[in-house]
Nanobody
Framework: QVHLVESGGGLVQAGGSLRLNCVAS????????MGWFRQAPGKEREFVAA???????YYADSVKGRSTISGDNAKNTVALQMNSLKPEDTAVYYC???????????????????WGQGTQVTVSS
C-alpha cells in the first residue's frame, strides 16, 4: 500500500517561511513525478510545484520566485520551501505522485495517482 505523508505545515506571519516535507513509502517511486497542490476553503485544488525524477522543476506563477521544490530519489522524499509567504498562500497543502509522462502537463491534479492527507498552512497578515 502506498503512503504519502506530509509534515511541516503551521501558522506563520506574512513574510515568513515554511518548509513542507513529504515522505513516500510502499513502493519505489522511480519513474514518478512528485508534486505539491493546495486547496483553500471554498476554492478548487490548485497546482503549486512539481519535480520530475530528472530533477527538472515546475512552479505555478503564484509561487514562482518564492518557493523551491526539491527531491531525494534515494529517500523517496520531496520538500517545498516557501518564502515570503502571503495570506493568500493559506491552504491545505497536499503531496502527490504520478507516473512520469512527458506528454501530459504537470499541473493536472487528476493525473496524480497517489495523494497525502494534507498539511495546513496558515499565513497571518
Amino acid at each position: 500500500q502506498v503512503h504519502l505523508v506530509e509534515s511541516g505545515g503551521g501558522l506563520v506571519q506574512a513574510g515568513g517561511s515554511l518548509r513542507l516535507n513529504c515522505v513516500a513509502s510502499g513502493r519505489t517511486f522511480s519513474g514518478y513525478t512528485m508534486g505539491w497542490f493546495r486547496q483553500a476553503p471554498g476554492k478548487e485544488r490548485e497546482f503549486v510545484a512539481a519535480i520530475r525524477r530528472s530533477g527538472v522543476t515546475y512552479y505555478a506563477d503564484s509561487v514562482k520566485g518564492r518557493s523551491t521544490i526539491s527531491g531525494d530519489n534515494a529517500k523517496n522524499t520531496v520538500a517545498l520551501q516557501m518564502n515570503s509567504l502571503k495570506p493568500e498562500d493559506t491552504a491545505v497543502y497536499y503531496c502527490a505522485a504520478r507516473e512520469e509522462n512527458y506528454s501530459r502537463a504537470l499541473y493536472v491534479a487528476t493525473d496524480y495517482k497517489y495523494w497525502g492527507q494534507g498539511t495546513q498552512v496558515t499565513v497571518s497578515s
